[in-house]
């Protein structure tokens, strides 16, 4: 089991081991979920989540409108699994 300690602040940092696992970068931002005396912590896909969503085919240009539709279905496709 890995260890850090909290400074007077709340602040912490997470052991790097940890950081590997999960994939964090700076600036990625981080989600809680207390239950009962556990905390589970875990990767705001944000973003992330978006990767290669815009994809087209290749040699398919997408116009403005298209990439903005595709955007937002997957924006609602991800909050639907949640």
Known sequence: MLH???TSKGQTTIP??????LRIKPG????YAVEGDRATIRVDPG????KGVLASKKGRRMSFA???EA???AV???EGTR
């Open 71 to 73: 955007a937002a279905g």
């Open 4 to 6: 850090s300690t909290v």
């Open 16 to 21: 790097q081991k940890i950081r590997r696992a």
């Open 76 to 78: 609602r496709a991800r």
């Open 66 to 68: 298209e990439i903005r």
């Open 47 to 50: 973003i992330r989540s978006l």
């Open 28 to 31: 990625d931002k981080l989600e």
